[in-house]
Nanobody
Framework: QVQLVESGGGLVQAGGSLRLSCAASGRTFSSYAMGWFRQAPGKGREIVAGITYSGGSTYYADSVKGRFTISRDNAKKTGYLQMNSLKPEDTAVYYC???????????????WGQGTQVTVSS
């Protein structure tokens, strides 16, 4: 069992930056791949970025490539999403999730945080 708690969301102007954190409890965080997803009002949940259990490989949605960076610190049981050059279309609730296997679809992920709101004003 893994419990996840996101933090770091907020209101920021376009062009600004935020850093989201995902704190995990449980002994097996380092055994899971981790993903960051987002869901805007009226839209489905989409993957933003993913990282393998070791941190050796990453994945980014085309919409955030070059602007967002995913990372993890297994010793601290914490994952991160650094978001730079934010745009109004990045506005959404952001969720972290972990999966025993690599995947980009939400149904690949077993445990989810409660989400943190990110709002980017123009």
């Amino acid at each position: 069992q893994v419990q996840l708690v996101e933090s770091g969301g907020g209101l920021v102007q376009a062009g600004g930056s935020l850093r989201l954190s995902c704190a995990a409890s449980g002994r097996t965080f380092s055994s899971y791949a981790m993903g960051w997803f987002r869901q805007a009002p009226g839209k489905g949940r989409e993957i933003v970025a993913g990282i393998t259990y070791s941190g050796g490989s990453t994945y980014y949605a085309d919409s955030v490539k070059g602007r967002f960076t995913i990372s993890r610190d297994n010793a601290k049981k914490t994952g991160y999403l650094q978001m730079n050059s934010l745009k109004p279309e990045d506005t959404a609730v952001y969720y972290c999730a972990v999966s025993p296997s690599w995947g980009t679809e939400p149904n690949s992920y077993d445990y989810w945080g409660q989400g943190t709101q990110v709002t980017v004003s123009s």
